[in-house]
């Protein structure tokens, strides 16, 4: 399965890469040849096995644990947003969001 | 002064018995880094903090405080975030980033006692396997020189492998989504281990793959790897796939000792030992270098009493497939969070919202994450959603299932790490594809989440070394690092120091 | 041709929990920006998120309250799935949520249809309902910077239930029927403070028309309904709006459309560029929930009897009205407040019904304040109406009782009102005659009257009796002396 020009912007846009026009073209070889690779899982023949998502699982079901619905009050505001790009009176600011 | 062997256990001792301080050491270990600054390794240094640190660990000594590892200078794959030092997964996306918090590993080895000597350099967001997606520059492995050329450390934890094979630190942390403690480590020539998923907390290890990544210890010998990997695991309230199961809660270093110290194998011999070879493993495309030094060390086991069984791991190739879905998959959301709105790069122009978050990812992420990323939107998308991602998750029960039946016959899996040796930095760059299945012996092992270890074995015909990993099954960690020290005992390939190291 | 509406309903339920679903943030509302967004809120690199007993013990009542006990449609395996789009109020640019395997399968809310005697029980089937997080809130007003919005993460991470019904609802009516229904059940089992105006409780309506017997028409989902008037509103424009397209020849398009109340309309949203798809996969951070039965065992025992049920024994032990009954069971506050009054006023169910219903309704309608704020509580008013039960007062009497007991004399206490201001009524059969002697004599005309067969000159008599009791004669004794003597 070849990776179109087409089908790479509408990928790239649902991950939101704004890939430079002049790269376009490579990334899509590579793509194609990732997918040659990756395709190779359609041949093999998988009935009646349970996808595994949780590797432990595959000799006993594990289960989620819970967390006593304690809330903590110590947030440290000044120290969670000192990697914001821009902010104002304690808010992230971000290009006006459109609805 | 240059210290024969710079391990945790003589650091330990030394420390102990009073003939050097934690201050000595640190001094010593950012003066190496500096002396080695041309490798690359280490993205940020800090040496008031570091030696602040190591004032501390002389006063707790001072104060009758008899933790395991205090006053050992380690140091850290960028990947762990940490409050004081920059984190920044080795992306320019991060290049500015201070953690508001540590991450679980780095609380822990410092409650153990450790000293931070500095974050080392990694593959971008951990992805790769020669340290050459780094934003910062590819790290240079100690054993690379100007006759064979410079060399790749492997990857993604290659600044971690060559501060340690450069002996600039005893130990440092890393982390294997796909075989990034164990390749670097072979590549280097030093030990590593890779726990079983779920023993070493994910808090605060910048996520690749959340159901893959593990985080482990780098060190020369298995012993040291056991200090380590006993400070630096354990169950973990804020990672829910942590585990606390009764295997999960044995100290593995007690359980390390307790073998050593029992007459059971491979205490003395290996008698009693059934070590598990995988026809798969040594097939074409196994560099014959690599399979001569790798079936030598499997031969010392059986030359000291173990008993080798063939076995076979039908869907090894297959694991390359399923690997290079499932890993890009859950990578594409979990880096969705680098948008350029909280935290991290944003693009200095942009017409509105939308094209403000796309160019500050392209700007941001190298070219490996933004394939890896593009190739998990894809399979997760509608349409193509069961036919790569849920098959892939079959395959990897399968291949699980494989190594199942495999540990029916046999107490430890042993084969190759990687295919070939340390390849020349830029040699392979071109072509992702290429570079991707030079996981193929490491990525069954991470798809099923089992540990496995890297323990040098040899060096092939340009002196670059070899490494021979070990797989066991889930919890056995303390039975793989006796029988990786067992055979440390017996040989002498760990010791080796590249000439270029100081 | 007559149209058929069909209309089902999604709710965000938000529960009642002190913490996050994924992180030990309060929940608390109204803080100051980015006060209560956590580390794993905000989505910093690192963070991972540990799910909340309390959402899943929430679910499970849920589950429970609208199966009739049953508890088939709890899933025992439920699977936390990542819905992936980019957006300022989205950290991790995924939500957490449920997808193939959602916590609650099934289950069903009985409602009432039609009004006066026409009044019939309809039964709503639920598809599903899933724990997910919820967003944070963009603010686009009131910034110093231009160009700009600001990003306020304290909502991200608060639990939310999702609740989804089959389109089954055919009026407006009817889904706000469906909606103060499903308010009523979750507040009543506590696993929700129901407060629309913060955002507790969020419905978004799917509509569409057909001719009767054709297939269903295109669906538009209206969002923002924050009241059950807005509901009301909004569903009825946009079956009128959905019609007219029609009958102008027109196709209904697939949009989702806001409801702006100011203008009495829905409007379309800007609609996203592309076609959302929103890679839906297994949360690998999270491991499936798992539910067994001990657990559900556990919840099932704290679970308080439900509204319907309440209602049905009302009917049948206290034999009240299906009116008072349904009344009272309007909330669970309601039904406590009963419950105490009964106790206190020595079993007097009717009349309790009849004072709660009534007067003290109208009480509240009047000083526009809720059940739980009443200055006169459930055991005070219980209290007075034993003493309209055993006499003492007159029903005119115990509303002036009331009064002061509302202004808050003598602590609410009836007793202590009746004493200290000589409120008894006298029962007294020999006082009573006493007085309707002097006041026979007074008025004879009234009495010859009453005799010639005009029956209603005994109001005028009973009147005086009264007014020379100074209002204090047990009305119906006097009622019953006075025809006595005057058949004499």
């Excluded at chain 2, 990034?180 to 280097?188: D, G, H, N, V």
């Excluded at chain 3, 929990?17 to 980015?34: D, L, M």
């Excluded at chain 3, 697939?254 to 702006?260: A, N």
Aim: negative net charge; aromatic residues 6%; proline residues 5%.
């Amino acid at each position: 399965m070849s990776f179109d020009p087409a089908t790479l912007a509408r990928i790239a846009n649902l991950a939101r890469l704004d890939i430079p026009v002049d790269q376009l073209s490579r990334f899509g070889a590579e793509m194609s040849s990732i997918l040659a690779l990756v395709d190779q899982l359609q041949g093999v023949d998988t009935k009646g096995v349970l996808p595994l998502s949780h590797p432990l699982s595959a000799v006993s079901e594990m289960a989620l644990r819970l967390r006593p619905d304690e809330a903590c009050a110590d947030i440290d505001r000044e120290a969670n947003m000192q990697n914001a790009p821009e902010t104002e009176n304690g808010l992230f600011l971000v290009p006006k969001v459109l609805e | 002064m240059s210290r024969p062997q710079h391990t945790v256990a003589a650091s330990v001792a030394a420390l102990a018995s009073g003939t050097v301080s934690a201050v000595e050491l640190a001094t010593e270990a950012l003066a190496r880094a500096n002396a080695a600054a041309d490798l690359n390794a280490f993205l940020h240094i800090d040496a008031a903090r570091t030696l602040a640190e190591a004032r501390d660990a002389d006063a707790r000594r001072q104060a009758g405080d008899a933790a395991p590892l205090l006053g050992v200078p380690v140091a850290h794959k960028d990947i762990f975030v940490t409050r004081g030092w920059r984190s920044t997964a080795g992306s320019k996306m991060l290049a500015n980033y201070v953690s508001p918090f540590d991450a679980t590993v780095v609380e822990r080895l410092r409650a153990a006692g450790t000293v931070c000597v500095g974050k080392l350099n990694c593959d971008e967001f951990a992805m790769g396997s020669s340290n050459e997606n780094s934003a910062f520059g590819p790290v240079q492995n100690p054993w690379g020189n100007a006759q064979i050329g410079a060399r790749i450390p492997g990857g993604s934890s290659g600044g971690s492998a060559a501060a340690v094979a450069a002996g600039i630190v005893p130990a440092t942390t890393g982390t294997d989504t796909g075989g990034s403690l164990r390749q670097p480590a072979a590549m280097t020539g030093i030990t590593a281990i890779k726990p079983t998923y779920g023993r070493v907390s994910r808090y605060g290890m910048i996520a690749f793959a959340s159901s893959l990544d593990q985080g482990g210890p780098m060190a020369h010998t298995a012993e040291d790897c056991a200090m380590l990997l006993d400070a630096m695991a354990g169950f973990d309230e804020r990672d829910s796939t942590s585990l606390d199961s009764e295997k999960a809660k044995v100290s593995i270093w007690r359980a390390f000792s307790d073998i050593i110290a029992s007459k059971r194998p491979p205490s003395l011999g290996f008698e009693g030992l059934r070590v598990g070879v995988p026809k798969e493993f040594f097939a074409e495309g196994l560099a014959a270098d690599v399979a001569i030094r790798v079936q030598e060390a499997i031969d010392t086991f059986k030359k000291h009493g173990a008993t080798l069984v063939d076995i076979s791991l039908p869907r090894t190739a297959l694991a390359i497939p399923a690997y290079y879905v499932i890993a890009p998959a859950e990578a594409s959301s979990n880096l969705s969070r680098f948008d350029g709105m909280r935290f991290g790069h944003r693009a200095a122009d942009f017409t509105d919202l939308n094209d403000m978050i796309a160019k500050s990812r392209a700007e941001g992420f190298g070219r490996e994450v933004q394939r890896r990323i593009l190739t998990g939107t894809y399979v997760l998308c509608h349409g193509y959603f069961d036919a790569y991602y849920l098959q892939a998750q079959r395959v990897r029960r399968l291949i699980a299932q494989d190594f199942q039946a495999a540990f029916q016959t046999c107490d430890l899996i042993m084969g190759p790490v990687a295919p070939t040796t340390a390849w020349k930095i830029g040699e392979k760059s071109t072509d992702p594809v290429a570079m991707y299945l030079e996981d193929i012996f490491t990525l069954g092992v991470s798809l099923a989440g089992l540990p496995g270890m890297s323990v040098p074995c040899g060096f092939d015909q340009q002196n670059l070394p070899v490494g021979l990993q070990i797989i066991g099954n889930y919890f056995d960690e303390p039975a793989m690092l006796a029988a990786a020290h067992r055979y440390q005992q017996l040989t002498d390939w760990h010791q080796q120091q590249p000439g270029g190291a100081k | 041709m007559t149209w058929e509406i069909v209309i089902g309903i999604e709710t965000h339920v938000q529960l009642a929990t002190r913490s996050k679903i994924f992180s030990n943030a309060s929940t608390a509302f109204g803080a100051p920006p980015n006060t209560q967004a956590s580390v794993v809120d905000i989505a910093l690199p690192g963070t991972l998120p540990v799910m909340n007993a309390q959402a899943v013990e929430c679910a499970i009542k849920f589950g429970l309250a609208v199966n009739g006990g049953q508890t088939h449609n709890i899933a025992r395996r439920s699977v936390f799935a990542r819905k992936n789009y980019f957006y300022p109020d989205l950290p991790k640019g995924y939500q957490i949520s449920q997808f193939e395997l959602p916590v609650v399968t099934g289950g069903f809310i009985d409602i009432q249809v039609g009004d006066g005697d026409k009044v019939s029980s309809k039964r709503i089937n639920l598809t599903r309902a899933h724990l997910e997080e919820d967003a944070g809130k963009s603010l686009h007003e009131g910034l110093e910077t231009p160009g700009v919005s600001g990003i306020d993460l304290n909502r991200a991470g608060t639990p939310l239930l999702e609740v989804v019904s089959e389109p089954e609802m055919r009026s407006a009516a009817d889904a706000v029927a469906y909606a103060k229904a499903l308010h009523g059940i979750v507040t009543w089992i506590g696993i929700c403070d129901g407060n629309m105006q913060e955002g507790s409780f969020r419905c978004d309506a799917n509509v569409s028309v057909r001719r009767v017997g054709e297939p269903l028409g295109t669906r538009c989902e209206i969002k923002n309904l924050n009241s059950f008037r807005f509901m009301e509103r909004a569903i009825n424009y946009e079956v009128r709006r959905q019609i007219e397209v029609i009958e102008d020849g027109g196709k209904v398009i697939q949009q989702t459309r806001l409801y702006d109340a100011d203008r009495d309309e829905t409007r379309a949203m800007r609609s996203k560029e592309d076609a959302m798809d929103y890679r839906y996969f297994p949360d690998p951070d999270l491991l499936p929930l798992a539910i067994d039965e001990t657990r559900i065992s556990d919840v099932q025992v704290t679970m308080p009897e439900l509204p319907s049920a309440m209602e049905s024994r009302m009917q049948r032990d206290f034999g009240l009205s299906v009116y008072d009954a349904q009344l009272l069971t309007q909330s669970r506050s309601t039904a406590a407040y009963f419950f105490a009054a009964f106790d206190s006023s020595g079993e007097q169910a009717k009349l309790c019904a009849n004072w709660i219903n009534g007067e003290l309704a109208s009480q509240l309608n009047r000083d526009a304040i809720d059940l739980v704020d009443s200055p006169v509580n459930g055991l005070q008013l219980g209290r007075l109406v034993k003493r309209i039960a055993d006499g003492t007062l007159s029903s005119k009497m115990a509303k002036d009782v009331f009064g002061y007991m509302w202004a808050g004399e003598h602590g609410g206490d009836a007793d202590a009102i009746i004493e200290a201001r000589g409120l008894k009524q006298v029962s007294d059969a020999g006082a009573i005659e006493k007085i309707i002697d002097e006041v026979l004599a007074k008025n004879e005309k009234s009495v010859a009257e009453f005799k010639s067969g005009k029956d209603k000159a005994i109001q005028s008599l009973i009147g005086q009796v009264m007014k020379a009791s100074q209002g204090k004669a047990n009305p119906g004794q006097v009622n019953d002396l006075l025809r006595k003597k005057l058949a004499d």
